[in-house]
């Protein structure tokens, strides 16, 4: 049923929005295939599988007076030769409305969600999130900006890593001249688990707390953008994390790079690269897994895409990812390589 609901809502937006006059859409299909090494990023006795994919997105914006609306869905399937429990469609819904309110206030209020079903396994999941953010504008191109912002993850057969999290951002960012834009800030997030917290007892025995899982994270993060026709973008962050469930506790940095260089008109090469150290205030392990999915959490990663157009609407590209990321045992991890190869066009 679930999946119904977001197929019929996907087509809705994309077959009823044209008949509104001043919309604007951009539409994509992208089909390939790639190799993945380790389907179920196993620490251990590792499963490889070439997998087949195909992924379908529209965007849309329209300008209502003052107000901008934008939206954009996508539509993913993968199937995987010979691992049929690994075969899933992936949706993805988001929206947009920005309002400028004078020279100086804009105010952004956003929706969406993610949706993941496996077509034979009971690991399906709705992730949704919405938000509210304020920026004002000063002189010497400052910009200040503060967010709120609530997310909820839900499992359909488990309660064990469902959550709701509030979180609360703010930021200053200012512009340097004509190709450098520079941004810190500081994430505050709470999140309220549905499992039960556990403490250790002295003779090294797990007790269920009274009342369930509760973590708190601080984040403060410097980030620069650099670049006008090549844009590359480097971010820095410390994260706290404290818990009242004994082993979820820790603090690290993160350090993650995107960049994208556009030559000889018709090459695109793309880059994004993520590392991270964590440490962790006990020295066990957690009653329950850090991650149900560990496709949702990216420790250590690089991946490259290269894209050729052979029109202006069709292209041809080539991605190598690359990812040594905890597994759900903390402090352990997996290493996982994808090789796709793939065409999209774009209408």
């Not at 001043?22 to 620490?43: C, K, L, P, T």
């Not at 690991?123 to 004002?136: G, L």
């Not at 909820?152 to 512009?175: G, H, I, K, P, V």
């Not at 590359?232 to 603090?251: C, D, K, M, P, V």
Request: glycine fraction near 6%; charge should be positive.
């Amino acid at each position: 049923m679930k999946l119904v609901i977001f197929v019929v809502f996907g087509l809705l937006i994309v077959k009823a929005s044209p008949a509104q006059e001043n919309w604007r859409f951009n539409n994509r299909i992208q089909v390939g295939a790639f190799h993945d090494n380790n389907i179920f990023e196993s620490v251990q006795n590792v499963e490889n599988s070439m997998v087949s994919s195909a992924i379908f997105q529209t965007q849309g914006r329209r300008q209502f007076n003052k107000l901008r609306f934008n939206y954009s869905y996508s539509n993913g399937l993968q199937f995987y030769q010979q691992h049929g429990e690994e075969h899933k469609v992936t949706q993805i819904i988001n929206a947009e409305a920005i309002w400028p309110v004078y020279r100086k206030l804009q105010i952004n209020a956003a929706a969406g969600g993610t949706a993941k079903f496996f077509l034979n396994a009971p690991f399906d999941f709705i992730y949704s999130h919405s938000s509210v953010r304020i920026q004002y504008f000063f002189p010497y191109k400052i910009i200040a900006t503060a967010e709120v912002e609530g997310t909820q993850l839900e499992y359909a057969e488990t309660d064990q890593f469902d959550y709701f999290n509030r979180n609360f951002r703010a930021s200053l960012q200012r512009r340097i001249g004509n190709r450098l834009l520079m941004e810190s800030g500081y994430l505050f997030a709470r999140a309220n688990f549905q499992r039960p917290a556990y403490l250790e007892t002295g003779d090294g025995f797990f007790l269920e707390k009274p009342e369930p899982q509760q973590d708190e994270q601080n984040t403060f993060f410097l980030r620069g953008t650099f670049g006008k026709k090549y844009i590359f973008r480097l971010t820095s962050e410390y994260i706290q994390n404290s818990s009242n469930s004994i082993g979820y506790a820790y603090s690290g940095f993160r350090f993650s790079g995107i960049g994208a260089v556009h030559f000889q008109e018709k090459w695109l090469i793309r880059m994004a690269v993520i590392l991270q150290d964590k440490k962790y205030k006990e020295a066990i392990n957690p009653v329950n897994l850090l991650e149900f999915d560990l496709e949702r959490s990216e420790t250590n990663s690089a991946v490259f895409d290269l894209s050729y157009d052979f029109r202006v609407d069709l292209s041809v590209l080539a991605r190598f990812s690359f990812y040594k990321n905890e597994s759900g045992l903390r402090g352990r991890f997996y290493e996982k390589d994808l090789i796709f190869l793939g065409m999209e066009y774009r209408f």
